[in-house]
């Protein structure tokens, strides 16, 4: 039962550098997603896919890119990586369409100096 | 724009004590409406959810009723236990964009022996 797996758990970086957190899921979901989750701030969907090959915006894609060449898998990539983007990531997959439960991971510790 | 407004944390009660979390809403249409749940240390999970005005979702003992007039999905549980002691989230799917689900701030519950 691994469910929706993210990797790595913690990570340090220096401003500048990037990186790629990488999630998977194993129950043949349609729907993938992307949050950050700050202080005070809730959860923010920063990029989403409905399915292998497309991808579309949240409210906080800047900064973030993404590509969705399986249905298994759902990088997120920090291009030039600033300390505005220190955050707990989560990655979250589900069935497509309608209003389906959100199947989250344990999430990625991002912290950039 | 759509938004979810959650009371203020963290909320601190006594074991078997009524708990209420008080959560409104902002949308065009009808969205669907969520509370997640957060244990310490892990990713989300769904508690509970309505999808039309007057529903009531219901879970471990926890309710919520969609009230329309009201833009409210308060969350209620009669008694609580120290093992419900966690961050719970109201969220919305719009009706007209189901590939986003908008989150509160969330609330910490704390719940002593």
Redesign the interface.
Known sequence: NAG?TQTPKFQVLKTGQSMTLQCAQDMNHE?M?W?RQDP??????IH?S?GAGIT?Q??VPNGYNVSRSTTEDFPLRLLSAAPSQTSVY?C?SRIA???G??F????SRLTVL | GNSVTQMEGPVTLSEEAFLTINCTYTATGYPSLFWYVQYPGEGLQLLLKATKADDKGSNKGFEATYRKETTSFHLEKGSVQVSDSAVYFCALTPSYNTDKLIFGTGTRLQVFP
């Not at chain 1, 005070?40 to 969907?45: A, E, H, K, T």
Request: charged share 20%.
């Open positions: 929706v729907y997603s949050y005070g701030m809730g959860l923010r969907l989403y409905v579309d949240g409210e989560f979250a369409g309608g209003t439960e959100l989250f991971g344990e999430g």
